[in-house]
Antibody, heavy 121, light 109 residues
Framework: EVQLLESGGDLVQPGGSLRLSCAASGFTFASYAMSWVRQAPGKGLEWVSG????????YYADSVKGRFTISRGNSKSTLYLQMSSLIPDDTAVYYC??????????????WGQGTMVTVSS | SVLTQPPSASGPPGQRVTISCSGS????????VNWYQQLPGTAPKLLIFNSNQRPSGVPDRFSGSKSGTSASLAVSGLRSEDEADYYCAAWDETLNGPVFGGGTKLTVL
């Protein structure tokens, strides 16, 4: 079955760090760009970061640049998001999303179920 | 949001409703637009890609179009199960990443 399964969400204090994972199955993971998209409680969607299939190209929203790092382990079919210097505005459900092809700008036809990150003291 | 959508839209069952998405030269004019449907408590679902194409399984009641710096999503023959939030998205060459609209909550009266 083609699916994405996120994990790693938790309650963390401001200034803390967290690593999210997204396990992919059912498709050739290395052939597709992947992204993280978040949704704060009661708010809209915000693209956070994207990475090419090889991992050689990465992209970040200005709101997380310098604090978050996206990476992927193609041998494990897993996408990661290392988050540091977390602030309350980072509180959101984080979704991983697969691109149509090896381009971060493609549409996202496949999404995970999301994992909740709460930044609070 | 970089892309501007009306916060709400509504119509009775069977009617046709359109949702607009306004952008700029750095996004919608140069790149295709995608639309997502998000039912309450669920992950987003791709509804329209490349401005006017439907993934398999999406009813032809949903259609998309683009002109200049604006795009729109039309939903015809409204059904109660269409009640959801709808988001437009496009690549932005200035921000070097995809941008989303603020979302439109569609209510079937």
């Amino acid at each position: 079955e083609v699916q994405l399964l996120e994990s790693g969400g938790d309650l963390v204090q401001p200034g803390g760090s967290l690593r999210l994972s997204c396990a992919a199955s059912g498709f050739t993971f290395a052939s597709y760009a992947m992204s993280w998209v978040r949704q704060a409680p009661g708010k809209g969607l915000e693209w956070v970061s994207g990475i090419s299939g090889s991992g050689g190209s990465t992209y970040y929203a200005d709101s997380v640049k310098g604090r978050f790092t996206i990476s992927r382990g193609n041998s494990k079919s897993t996408l990661y998001l290392q988050m540091s210097s977390l602030i309350p505005d980072d509180t959101a459900v984080y979704y991983c999303a697969k691109s149509f092809g090896d381009y971060v700008g493609d549409a996202f036809p496949l999404w995970g179920q999301g994992t909740m990150v709460t930044v609070s003291s | 949001s970089v892309l501007t959508q009306p916060p709400s839209a509504s119509g009775p069952p069977g009617q046709r409703v359109t949702i607009s998405c306004s952008g700029s030269n750095s996004n919608i004019r140069r790149f295709t637009v995608n639309w997502y449907q998000q039912l309450p408590g669920t992950a987003p679902k791709l509804l329209i890609f490349n401005s006017n194409q439907r993934p398999s399984g999406v009813p032809d009641r949903f259609s998309g179009s683009k002109s200049g710096t604006s795009a729109s999503l039309a939903v015809s023959g409204l059904r109660s199960e269409d009640e959801a939030d709808y988001y437009c998205a496009a690549w932005d060459e200035t921000l070097n990443g995809p941008v989303f609209g603020g979302g439109t909550k569609l209510t079937v009266l």
